[in-house]
């Protein structure tokens, strides 16, 4: 599928927490599930929708698990575009990712829905980690507007790669809101034949992708410059760690008493940043 829109809202309750909703939940009758659709956007800040695209939405299946990849593309030219991302210091093993469920499995949270006319109860979570994904995880990176990188000076601009992460995300979970919405609506099978639906942001750019690498050693006290080059490596696949904008607020985290390991997950996502080249390798690799 090619050019998703899309239209989301922050959530500012729980959709459980509606009048209609709760009095059945308490009296032990099951809710129907055009109540809590309703329920579900009443709980949204309607004052701040936006509207965005996804402009590529594809399907992968892997050991008979269902992945929706939420694709964005990225065209700029590639004579005058570097990405250079700069590496955690603390190394995180994995991909963090999306998956809805009939179980939790303790991570956290961020939709759950009830048991609704014929349909399970079911939970949307962010998971720790996909160890398929061998990717080096950035949480800085520069967009460095001229090929040549100057020891003095360079034009550069965070903005950039940040509003292409943060536009996919805004997509990512409008879709994911979306799709559990429509099947709870259509009183449809949620899930496959695994019993599970995972969701993954994806970032596709002709930009040239960098690594780099520096000694802390050789950072001048005084000034603050290195006094030795870093190393510019080219990838052509990078896992980017971004905080979610304000447009992005799923219902459950609002009153859970979340640790500092879960609030993290929660509120800085996992983006998949990808050449064209990275891409193919990625599809033909995972299996």
């Known amino acids: 599928m090619s050019e998703y829109p899309i239209h989301l809202s922050p959530f500012l309750d729980l959709p459980k927490k509606n009048p209609i909703i709760h009095s059945r939940i308490i009296a032990g009758r099951i809710p129907e599930p055009l109540s809590f659709v309703r329920a579900a956007n009443e709980s949204m800040d309607k004052t701040t929708v936006k509207e965005t695209s996804i402009d590529v939405i594809a399907g992968k299946t892997v050991n008979q698990y269902c992945f929706n990849l939420c694709i964005e593309s990225k065209k700029l030219d590639p004579r005058f575009s570097d990405w250079v991302f700069f590496q955690q210091l603390e190394y995180k093993q994995g991909f963090h990712y999306f998956r809805r469920s009939y179980f939790a499995n303790g991570e956290p949270i961020l939709l759950s829905t009830p048991e609704l006319g014929s349909q399970k109860e079911t939970f949307l979570t962010v998971n720790k980690a996909i160890a398929d994904f061998k990717y080096p995880i950035c949480d800085f990176v520069l967009s460095l507007k001229n090929k040549e990188i100057e020891r003095d000076y360079y034009k550069s601009d965070k903005t950039k790669v940040d509003e292409s992460a943060r536009q996919i995300m805004e997509g990512t979970y409008g879709f994911m809101i979306e799709r559990i919405l429509h099947h709870?609506?259509?009183?449809?099978?949620?899930?496959?034949?695994?019993?599970?639906?995972?969701?993954?942001?994806?970032?596709?750019?002709?930009?040239?992708?960098?690594?780099?690498?520096?000694?802390?050693?050789?950072?001048?006290?005084?000034?603050?410059?290195?006094?030795?080059?870093?190393?510019?490596?080219?990838?052509?696949?990078?896992?980017?760690?971004?905080?979610?904008?304000?447009?992005?607020?799923?219902?459950?985290?609002?009153?859970?008493?979340?640790?500092?390991?879960?609030?993290?997950?929660i509120r800085k996502w996992h983006v998949l940043i990808l050449t064209p080249k990275g891409l193919t390798e990625f599809l033909s690799n995972w299996k």
Request: hydrophobic share 35%.
């Open 184 to 265: 709870i609506l259509q009183n449809e099978p949620i899930l496959g034949r695994s019993d599970t639906d995972y969701f993954i942001p994806i970032v596709v750019t002709n930009a040239n992708l960098f690594m780099c690498d520096f000694d802390k050693d050789s950072i001048d006290s005084s000034s603050g410059h290195l006094k030795k080059e870093p190393v510019y490596t080219p990838v052509d696949g990078i896992i980017y760690e971004c905080p979610v904008p304000k447009t992005v607020q799923f219902p459950d985290p609002i009153e859970a008493n979340t640790t500092s390991v879960e609030n993290n997950l």
